[in-house]
């Protein structure tokens, strides 16, 4: 069955508004995502303008600035998860940093609970960014293992290279996939 769908997808591939075509194997066509550019991960790694969003075909969706009246500013919040209750949820808090409003929802309230960590005092957008900023840049070095037991038939270190996300000045250890392996193992 599967081959007959890829001869099906392959012999009458979907073509979008721009003459695009889509056989199988293809990216998922973006005239029929469910979402705009910007409200996908691709905007975090890819950044676009909306002209320039558009212009390569993807759709666009302008934010809707709320107005919230602000009812707690985040130094206001107490550290301890204890000290909060449901009343919390009614409350329209200030971001620390960028200002924002945002509320809690019962589900993250439940969360913070169970997992006895404080209120968040930052606005997602605010807390994303600084999640983005954490990861490894899409960008490879060429490195060597730092393994430095006997392996691969040497007596002190490991001399595979390897390219990796992990730069040269970072302070991780990078082991090539065969150290690794036996280290984990």
Request: with cysteine.
């Amino acid at each position: 069955m599967i081959e007959k769908i890829k001869k099906h997808m392959n012999d009458m591939p979907y073509i979008d508004a721009r003459g695009r075509v889509y056989k199988y194997g293809e990216f998922f066509p973006t005239e029929i995502s469910l979402f705009a550019y910007n409200e996908t991960f691709a905007q975090s790694y890819f950044p676009m303008t909306k002209d320039e969003a558009i212009t390569k075909g993807f759709k666009w969706k302008d934010r809707v600035e709320n107005v919230y009246t602000i009812t707690k500013k985040a130094s206001e919040l107490p550290d301890n998860i204890d000290d909060i209750d449901d009343s919390i949820l009614k409350e329209v808090i200030e971001c620390e940093i960028s200002k924002k409003a945002f509320r809690i929802t019962i589900s993250e309230l439940q969360f913070y609970k169970m997992m006895r960590i404080p209120i968040p005092r930052l606005h997602s957008d605010e807390r994303h960014k600084r999640r983005l900023e954490k990861q490894n840049p899409l960008h490879f070095w060429q490195r060597k293992c730092m393994c430095d037991k006997s392996e691969h038939g040497h007596e002190n270190k490991c001399l595979n290279e390897f390219k990796t996300s992990y730069a040269p000045d970072r302070p991780e250890i990078v082991y090539c996939e065969s150290c690794y392996q036996k280290e984990v193992i």
